[in-house]
């Protein structure tokens, strides 16, 4: 049978899925769940950028016609949008929400008790990704009180790990390794345009291979390029780290604070000349 089946016999029940985004955390969802026949899923094209419908349409993925079906029709909703956007989803989904809602936004636990005002605890499920979406090593963490459809997606090529029943638990950990690999990123880019225009580029990275060692150095260039062609996204979320740090950190502010401004100059930079770069070499020329 070339569909894929889960591990377990069970009897046939269709999971339904819903998606609201449609980026690489959502589209690599899909992709990951589409060829097994006891789920569908689905999502919406409304409002979206050209880019987005157009590879929505590429992807095969049922299109829902509206936000309100979406919900309504969903045992389990996914929310992967931006971090701007994602209590303005909440109140649009809230009336009609009949599954569990699970929450893959980078927001802080301070957004997530506004979003708890619309939706009850036992139908939401704090998400963090750790690591990038498309590595073979990435993998979810949950908290959250009813989880078991959550974790039911495992039998599905996701991968999941439950780390308490605490709405919240996950969220914190996914402030804190974002501030940490922002930081870092941003720190690289800093150093690296420096060496860069020194022209010690190549010999700092050798450097940095024999004391950080090769997985470290395999992503610097990832990592500076994606602090630019993602800036956007990672200053909203650096809004939310922000807002979580003044609230358990505020006296040792001092490198997000200094982050966030970095990311804030490369946006404007990528809003006048909207490109991106897959090499820092390239990036720095600009």
Do not use: W
């Not at 987005?52 to 299109?63: A, N, Y």
Request: include cysteine.
């Amino acid at each position: 049978m070339s569909i894929k089946t889960t591990k377990m016999l069970r009897v046939f029940i269709m999971l339904k899925i819903g998606l609201i985004g449609f980026g690489n955390v959502a589209k690599t969802i899909y992709d990951t769940l589409k060829n097994y026949d006891d789920i569908k899923v689905s999502t919406i094209n409304n409002n979206r950028s050209y880019k987005t419908i157009e590879m929505i349409k590429k992807s095969g993925i049922i299109i829902t016609k509206d936000i309100k079906t979406l919900s309504q029709e969903s045992d389990i909703l996914i929310s992967a949008v931006t971090p701007k956007n994602a209590l303005s989803v909440v109140k649009e989904v809230y009336p009609y929400l009949n599954g569990t809602y699970m929450d893959i936004n980078t927001i802080s636990p301070i957004t997530i008790q506004k979003i708890l005002k619309y939706i009850p605890k036992n139908k939401y499920v704090d998400v963090a990704l750790i690591g990038k979406i498309t590595s073979n090593d990435s993998y979810f963490i949950i908290s959250g009180e009813n989880t078991d459809k959550i974790m039911d997606l495992s039998n599905y090529g996701l991968k999941i790990k439950k780390i308490g029943d605490n709405i919240g638990q996950a969220s914190k950990l996914k402030m804190l390794r974002s501030n940490y690999t922002k930081g870092v990123s941003t720190l690289l880019y800093e150093t690296f345009k420096t060496a860069y225009q020194l022209g010690l580029d190549d010999e700092l990275f050798t450097i940095l291979t024999k004391t950080e060692g090769q997985e470290f150095t395999k992503k610097i260039n990832s990592r500076i390029c994606n602090s630019y062609n993602y800036s956007k996204r990672k200053t909203e979320e650096l809004k939310e780290i922000n807002a979580f740090l003044e609230k358990n950190n505020p006296k040792d502010m001092i490198m997000n604070n200094a982050t966030y401004n970095i990311l804030l100059k490369l946006n404007k930079k990528h809003e006048k000349f909207d490109n991106e770069y897959y090499s820092y070499q390239k990036l720095f020329m600009q």
